[in-house]
T-cell receptor
Framework: GESVGLHLPTLSVQEGDNSIINCAYS??????FIWYKQESGKGPQFIID?????DKRQGQRVTVLLNKTVKHLSLQIAATQPGDSAVYFC????????????FGTGTLLAVQP | EAGVVQSPRYKIIEKKQPVAFWCNPI?????LYWYLQNLGQGPELLIR????????DSQLPKDRFSAERLKGVDSTLKIQPAELGDSAVYLC???????????FGEGSRLTVL
C-alpha cells in the first residue's frame, strides 16, 4: 500500500550542528515530495520541495536529497538553531500536485543550546 | 497579507454534542482543504474544494461529518454528533490550484469528553 514513514521519531542535536531527518516512502509512482515544519500550536509550514527528476535541491540552510533507488528522502539542516526545534513531516504526491498529499508520521527535532 | 484564518482555536465539548469549525482561506486561493491531525501524526485529508465544489471527499466520514463552501470562499466543517475519537486538531489549508503551495491555518483543537 501507499505509506510515507520516518525512521527516527525524535532527533536531538546541539545548536550549531547539522541535522539530518530521514523519510522512507513506498509508492514508486510518487514524483513530488515536500518537507514541512510544524511548530507547537501551529499549522505545517512549507520548507522545501523536490521533484523526482532531481536528486538534490538546496534552500537557505536546508538541503533535500532524494534517492529513488531505495525510496528515501532526507532533509539536512545546516548550523541548526533553537528556532529549528519543531516536528518535521515529509509528504508525497504525484504529478507535481499538492491536492492529495500523503504525510508521514513526523520527526521531532530538539535543539539543545 | 493575512494567512489562513481558523476559528475557534480550541473547543471542548461532551460526546454526542455538535461542533463546527470555520475557515477563511488566503484571498485568491480557490482550493481549500480540511485536514485531520491526530497527536504525533501527519495531517490526513478530509475534503478538498475547488471553488465551491467538493472535488475529493472520499476520506470524510459522511455519517457524522459535513462541510460546505457555499460561495467558494470561507468554509465550515461540522461534526454531529461528536465522538470521543474525534478529539484532534482540524487544519484548514488553501492553495492556488491543485499544484500550488499549501498554506495552513493554525488549526482548531477539539477535545471531546
Amino acid at each position: 500500500g501507499e505509506s510515507v514513514g520516518l525512521h527516527l521519531p525524535t532527533l536531538s542535536v546541539q545548536e550549531g550542528d547539522n541535522s539530518i531527518i530521514n523519510c522512507a516512502y513506498s509508492n514508486s509512482a510518487s514524483d513530488y515530495f515536500i518537507w514541512y515544519k510544524q511548530e507547537s500550536g501551529k499549522g505545517p509550514q512549507f520548507i522545501i520541495d523536490i521533484r523526482s527528476n532531481m536528486d538534490k535541491r538546496q534552500g537557505q540552510r536546508v538541503t533535500v536529497l532524494l534517492n529513488k533507488t531505495v525510496k528515501h528522502l532526507s532533509l539536512q539542516i545546516a548550523a541548526t538553531q533553537p528556532g529549528d526545534s519543531a516536528v518535521y513531516f515529509c509528504a508525497e504526491n504525484r504529478g507535481g500536485a499538492t491536492n492529495k498529499l500523503i504525510f508521514g508520521t513526523g520527526t521531532l527535532l530538539a535543539v539543545q543550546p | 497579507e493575512a494567512g489562513v484564518v481558523q476559528s475557534p482555536r480550541y473547543k471542548i465539548i461532551e460526546k454526542k454534542q455538535p461542533v463546527a469549525f470555520w475557515c477563511n482561506p488566503i484571498s485568491g486561493h480557490n482550493t481549500l482543504y480540511w485536514y485531520l491531525q491526530n497527536l504525533g501524526q501527519g495531517p490526513e485529508l478530509l475534503i478538498r474544494y475547488e471553488n465551491e465544489e467538493a472535488v475529493d471527499d472520499s476520506q470524510l466520514p459522511k455519517d457524522r461529518f459535513s462541510a460546505e463552501r457555499l460561495k467558494g470562499v470561507d468554509s465550515t466543517l461540522k461534526i454531529q454528533p461528536a465522538e470521543l475519537g474525534d478529539s484532534a486538531v482540524y487544519l484548514c489549508a488553501s492553495s492556488k490550484g491543485r499544484g500550488g503551495e499549501l498554506f495552513f491555518g493554525e488549526g482548531s483543537r477539539l477535545t471531546v469528553l
